[in-house]
């Protein structure tokens, strides 16, 4: 079993800047590719940035120069960094990583559960 626990999220002011973390853990053999998406009120879950074991990322055309993703692969934690938040950047964050188990030795997807990030005056 595996799991991603993100943390981070909160309430910002517009202009401002936040960092989400999500660590996986429990029985781990390989995290292959890792990704944030975010889901607003209303709105189709969609992705925000990836990046691969080997740190190629890839993102949104509506946050790129803004947000940047990277990854520890000794620490099985991959992060967010937002700046310059605008409020339409509000959602809950998700995370995701294509990972594979000890158990299965079969890669899988796995979410974390939401994380939500708010920016308002």
């Known amino acids: 079993q595996v799991q991603l626990v993100e943390s981070g999220g909160g309430l910002v002011q517009p202009g401002g800047s936040l960092r989400l973390s999500c660590a996986a853990s429990?029985?781990?053999?390989?995290?292959?590719?890792m990704a944030w998406y975010r889901q607003a009120p209303g709105k189709q879950r969609e992705l925000v940035a990836d990046?691969?074991?080997?740190?190629?990322?890839n993102y949104a055309d509506s946050v790129k120069g803004r947000f940047t993703i990277s990854r520890d692969n000794a620490k099985n934690t991959v992060y967010l960094q937002m700046n310059s938040l605008k409020p339409e950047d509000t959602a809950v964050y998700y995370c995701?990583?294509?990972?594979?188990?000890?158990?299965?030795?079969?890669?899988?997807?796995?979410w974390g559960q939401g994380t939500q990030v708010t920016v308002s005056s």
């Open positions: 995701n990583a294509f990972v594979s188990s000890i158990v299965t030795m079969t890669p899988d997807d796995y």
């Open positions: 429990g029985s781990i053999f390989t995290i292959y590719d």
């Open positions: 990046i691969t074991k080997s740190g190629s990322t």
